[in-house]
């Protein structure tokens, strides 16, 4: 069975940093994309991030790219979230999804496994 399992979420202050951590189990994580999502109240969910499953691709949505990085640790089966420079906008539950052939998409259709979530507050 897989499971992924987001942690470092918490409440920080504008323009202070976090990093969301995804373990992963279940799965062969090294050949799987792997992909951080956010959902805002009241939105629909969206896509922030994704990684190929060598760590070599990655794309950004626009709202985060030049502040959050991605990065994954296949030895460890972790993906990371690197998040700086954060706004009130990014005020959101983040979840981490799995895609098996290992390509990064940004279509949240494509992912076939998600974690809980994690809640992230930014204040002002």
């Known amino acids: 069975q897989v499971h992924l399992v987001e942690s470092g979420g918490g409440l920080v202050q504008a323009g202070g940093s976090l990093r969301l951590s995804c373990a992963a189990s279940?799965?062969?994580?090294?050949?799987?994309?792997m992909a951080w999502f956010r959902q805002a109240p009241g939105k629909d969910r969206e896509f922030v991030s994704t990684?190929?499953?060598?760590?070599?691709?990655?794309y950004y949505s626009d709202s985060v790219k030049g502040r959050f990085t991605i990065s994954r640790d296949n030895a460890k089966n972790t993906v990371y979230l690197q998040m700086n420079s954060l706004k009130p906008e990014d005020t959101a539950v983040y979840y981490c999804?799995?895609?098996?052939?290992?390509?990064?998409?940004?279509?949240?259709?494509?992912?076939?496994?998600w974690g809980q979530g994690t809640q992230v507050t930014v204040s002002s």
């Open positions: 999804a799995a895609k098996p052939n290992g390509l990064p998409y940004k279509e949240e259709r494509t992912y076939n496994y």
């Open positions: 279940g799965l062969t994580f090294g050949s799987y994309a």
């Open positions: 990684i190929a499953w060598s760590g070599i691709l990655t």
